[in-house]
């Protein structure tokens, strides 16, 4: 598919607008029924804000309803003074405006050490909210794309016609980068939170026309110079490689600025209501594909993404491996370990602070009283408060409950953008709550905790792709031993906080946990984000293992 | 006052330490009674923890408590390798995690035309949450004066010995600033968020002795060459000033870095008892000042800080204002209006771009049906959406009720540090709500809403003083034209969502409202951030008064 792109963009130079429009545009536009757009302005303003309720009622279950919580986020990209910003002002004003969020970010240079989703990741709608958010992932990873476009192009001015060959380096960027934002988006769908991409586009002569109107406002360029052929031949050449390999965009013609907003409104009540359809949670996965907007107005080109070998198989729990049962019971002298445990910790500290941007991830995850606590007591030891931070994990608070369940992991990722100093973050407990709580207790259909393990997969190699480190560990620990710490805990006054009801619930649905954690290992354990099992009968020796691993694997990560 | 601290200044360089110690240092640690710190370990986890699940109650009301919902922000600052770090770690090591939550910021240049606490605003304990907070905005403060205080003395150095009159200039900014952050925390304090600020000290040798102890790491010093005495002694000279300024701090002696985390823990536990104290709802406000820390560590200096003229009385009621009572129905042709509209639309959106970095905040209050959106709505119109941020206010969500009533809007300015473009921050309906909707309906208690207008004009004082305009209107309108809208509204199949139960429940408080409003527009019309009462029985006529208003407001600004 690479390849065959590579031949088209090689024509497009000669005739941007005209190959622009002929290629492209008129394959998305044709099909669209015009039927749609003949909705009178009342008629849509009311159906919009029907559409805005009925969402809205998804969230609060009032009016009673039997649709799972949705939102819906619109992604509005596109070429300049293509009525973008006047199609959004029309929305607004027909629409309840206390329902509709609108955002917007200029593209620029995604940070390094953290995946392009990440500075956007506060901009997402609410359950029962829409939120149409301009620029987005997309300006950021247009923004560097047309950097390296242009920067190759520069460089092969001079040279003979050998195009093909040097647009490779943005090509292979930017079509890796495509792949993995359109995953990460279908896990955001997945996870109630539906989508809308429209891209707004107008041919070159309206563009220029409009750039030489005075009553332009060339501050929301992507910093780009669109007064020069060069630049909008390379805007056109990365936008349609961006509009092939993705299918779900919806073209907008921004030639009558009027008209494009009407296309556009009539889009957002659409997305509303499939999202609606598709949030019925009667309609299997297969029936809501079929009536969402793509199969209707696009020729299907069904992309095989690639799945892992668990999830379309029917879920088949793992057998219980040994270490998970028969926990270790090999004890350490006292003397040996605190020599032990400051050799570690002093090398520890020195790699984490020789990780040079990078960004580190400790995942503790283990049955209650296992240790936690206090193996992230050692770990963080040698360091200063304010070059980590801690996470205690329990029940999702109402408004995180409100966004994808990953969502308020996403936004506790170590962040260049916030003035916080810490690029470590340690969590106890973790989004593997997915797989072993909310599986246990139910809070997750089967479905969901089902295709949580790919979702996990996913999101950590997002994180390791860019070069954080991902520590994960299992503490393991058994059921009497369990039991000892919880007797010790109700009889140490200022330790009894530790102790809950849940706690001792929890225990009576012990063979339920081991088996979800068996499954989680399984299926989880990656090579760029492996799990390390620790047994912890003996804390002191669990305690070396944990810093042992942390070692090896900045180690691994620095090429040690 | 700045006067004598001249004088004191003055003397300071010689012996920087001793000085330091002698004048400050003894003044603050000798009261404090020492068995204070008698509590053995395993006593004070205990103390601890109980105090922390007591405020955790007073949000969840579980265990039911009478305590009001109270946080606890402790702010962390002080001298480099004062024992900061092992003080927090110890901390964190002896309380529940979960309810402790930490967060670090370096010192920097305190952004342009936004007030210094704003940077940090995110970090602000929900009631029944503590926060350690180090660094905070006094080390924005401080990096700022540093940088001011070792420049003046460069260009000083090879004059005379005449230091005294040179370091006016950082000494009156810092002066200045102390002041306003002071009554910011106070208006905190007022709003359930209670404050413990420690300050963390070691002498100059001690200092030098830790910096070569090739342990410590230097990262986190305020960008600032400990190594050289002339910094620490205008280090030590700015925090000489501080800290006779403000009588607050809390002093922890760094020698012995272990006594200083026991002491450090022992004052978080006070400032937790002291917040519960205060939480109480059946004392008083007197009696909750003298039952705090403050007047029992310190000998008492009582600041009278300016209050209005309103605050220490009896409240009052005003007398209702014509302009409130008769609306004017003066009408417009609307051809008249159509090319008035254009007109001043123009002009605006001209004023806005020109704002040359500083803030624009627009805040629209009014009966419900008085035209506030419709307004809005042409204001913006020959703005991209982009450019400005619409905020449709309603009662608050969850998590935002857990901070201080003015948090949500704090963190709904304008602001440079997200990747948001916009700089125009429009309200539909405002933090004046606290004496509106909270006033009438009883959601705040009678002293919470009096003292709301000085919070309320502090908070506005300190945006206008950073160079940001806020822009504030009433849409009055009369009871007869109410019904007639909402008449009009019922009729309207997409207009109906705007009419709502709520609606003509406040129709019937119709005159309770009238007299909040009243009373508003006495108390809170301030030269900086002046009311404009639109009468909106003609909603043209309306519309371009709304305008004219923010012309005459930015044109004033801009000084033109």
Known sequence: MSQKNNKTEANIPQAVSAQFSEDVIE????????????????????????????????????????????????LVNGMEQAGKGGAVKQLREWVDPRLLKVEATVGGCPLAHQPIWQAHIKMMPRHGDVMVYFGNWYADLLYNT????????????????DNEHEKAGWQAYFQQQ?????????????????????????????????????????QFLYQI???????????????????????????????????????????????????????????????????????????????????SAFESEKFEPVKIPTYLKDIENSKIDK???????????????????ARNGHQVVFAFEGMDAAGKGGAI????????????QIYNIGAPMLYEAEHPYLWRFWTKLPNQQTDRISRIAIFDRTWYGRVLVERVEG????????????????????????GTIVIKYWLAIDKKEQLKRFEARKETPHKQFKLTEDDWRNRDKWSDYV??????????????????????????????????????????????
Chains 1, 2 share one sequence.
Not at 35 to 54: G, K, N
């Open 27 to 74: 394959e998305r536009l044709m099909p669209n029924p015009l039927s749609q757009f003949s909705m009178d302005e009342d008629a849509l303003r009311l159906a919009l804000i029907t559409a805005q309720y009925a969402l809205r009622a998804t969230r609060q279950r009032a009016p009673t309803t039997t649709n799972e919580p949705t939102g819906v986020l619109v």
């Open 146 to 161: 047309m950097r390296m476009a242009i920067a190759e192009s520069k460089n092969t001015d001079d040279s003979s016609e």
């Open 178 to 218: 495509l792949v993995k934002l359109k995953t990460f988006e279908k896990d955001l769908v997945a996870n109630h939170t539906k989508l809308l991409k429209c891209w707004f586009h107008v041919d070159v002569e309206t563009l220029q026309a409009r750039l030489n109107d005075t009553e332009a406002d060339p």
């Open 225 to 307: 110079d669109w007064h020069s052929k060069k630049v909008i031949e390379t805007f056109n050449a990365v936008a349609v490689t961006l509009l092939r390999q993705q299918d779900d965009w919806i073209i907008i013609d921004g030639k009558d600025k009027s008209q494009a907003a009407n296309h556009f409104c009539h889009e957002v009540l659409q997305a509303m209501q499939n999202a609606l359809t598709s949030s019925q949670p009667m309609t299997t996965k297969n029936e809501t594909k079929s009536s969402s907007k793509k199969s209707k107005n696009h020729k299907s080109k069904s992309h095989k993404t690639p799945e």
């Open 335 to 353: 003397a040996d370990y605190q020599k032990a445990l400051i050799a570690k910790q002093t090398r520890l500290a020195e790699l984490l602070r």
């Open 377 to 388: 007591k050692r770990l963080v030891a040698p360091l200063d408060p304010r070059e980590y």
């Open 443 to 466: 809070f997750a259909t089967e479905k969901e905790w089902q295709r949580a393990y790919d979702e996990i997969n996913r999101f950590e190699a997002d994180l390791t792709a860019v």
């Open 515 to 560: 088996q979800s954690a068996a499954d989680m290992l399984a299926r989880t354990d990656t090579a760029d984000a492996p799990w390390c099992v620790v047994a912890t009968n003996d804390k002191r020796q669990a305690r070396l293992e944990v810093l042992d691993h942390a070692i090896k694997q900045l180690s691994a990560a620095y090429g040690l």
